[in-house]
């Protein structure tokens, strides 16, 4: 078996339903137990139903999502699957990351990204920030557009460095519409604008990000059994010192993904399961290295897919 990584996706991945596929499976009803009484409310409720559509709020979704991570890693371990060499998540899924690698307990990272999602939300006014996903520009273009597209008192930033030719883009919604019109006029093939208001990874992430400095004094942080590539650094990291403030830099630095995974390439990694919801890294994987191999856990049935895969690795 070659050395392998698990790729934990961020927000954005979530869909109403998503661990539907899942209905049934005891190691999984387990698991959205623990989050709910973590948490204070039906886990599995507002994943199966969302009735009150709270989805989509970031203070849910990300602990949404990171408890559809657990479930899909928990079912992984139970059905034989082998323990990664690396570990590496999206944004958010930094967080599932490092739940994988047992740095934080299941309960305290679900506290933990409840607590993130509301600080992000409250750290910028309700439509003063927005994002915008700029396709098939080089990354020097958008960071070129990203400059002469800001003000004084406007400005916009790379967030993510998804992968080669997808850009996300944040800041202030003023500057992020003339970025999305210089992109186009630079003649990107789309600008698009995404469907979230908090302008994550940049520097008007500050406020969240010092909130998040004193929560994560709060947390126990267990040395990782593996390294844990950080976003903010696209490194790997196993000192817990480092990995605090790891979590802390991400919230205004922007994600290195293009260069997290050329990264593990490098280091000989040829194989992943994207452990969560949804194909968003995988997808990306297979426009920055052609031979890392990554499977998915949508259903069982690509879990057990991807068991195979890894196993024949």
């Given amino acids: 078996m070659a050395e392998f990584v698990f790729l ?30 973590a948490l204070g409310y039906d886990m599995a409720a507002l994943i199966r139903d969302d ?22 890693l928990r079912l992984w371990q139970q059905r034989g699957g082998g323990a990664p060499a690396h570990v590496a998540g999206h944004s958010l899924g930094e967080y599932s990351a490092l739940v994988a690698a047992g740095t934080i307990s299941f309960a305290d990272a679900v506290q933990l990204v409840a607590f993130r999602g509301r600080a992000m939300t409250g750290a910028v006014a309700a439509g003063v920030g927005s994002m915008a996903a700029i396709l098939g520009l080089d990354d020097h273009v958008i960071e070129e557009l990203c400059l002469s597209s800001s003000r004084d008192q ?17 800041g202030h919604a003023a500057a992020v519409e003339r970025m999305m019109e210089a992109a186009k006029a630079a003649g990107a093939k789309r600008a698009l604008p995404l469907a979230v208001s908090a302008p994550s990874h940049t520097p008007l992430m500050q406020p969240a990000a010092e909130q998040m400095a004193v929560r994560l004094q709060e947390i126990t942080l267990n040395v990782p059994a593996c390294p844990v590539w950080g976003n903010a650094s696209a490194s790997p990291e196993q000192d817990v010192s480092n ?34 919801p949804g194909k968003v890294l995988s997808g990306l994987v297979k426009r920055i290295d ?24």
């Fill in 51 to 72: 009735a009150e559509n709270k989805l989509g709020q970031t203070e849910y979704t990300q602990p949404a999502l990171l408890t559809a991570s657990a479930a899909m």
């Fill in 243 to 276: 990995i605090r403030q790891a979590l802390v830099a991400q919230l205004v630095s922007p994600v290195r993904w293009t260069e997290t995974v050329q990264k593990l390439a490098a280091a000989g990694v040829t194989a992943g399961v994207e452990m969560g």
């Fill in 290 to 313: 052609r031979q890392m191999n990554v499977g998915v856990s949508v259903s069982p049935d690509q879990l057990d897919a991807s068991l195979a895969l890894i196993a024949g690795a």
């Fill in 8 to 37: 934990f996706p961020g927000q954005g991945s979530q869909s109403k339903g998503m661990l539907d596929a899942f209905d049934g499976i005891d190691v999984v009803s387990r698991t959205l137990e623990e989050a709910s009484d």
């Fill in 154 to 170: 406007e400005k916009v930033w790379a967030a993510n460095y998804n992968c080669p030719g997808q850009l996300v883009v944040a």
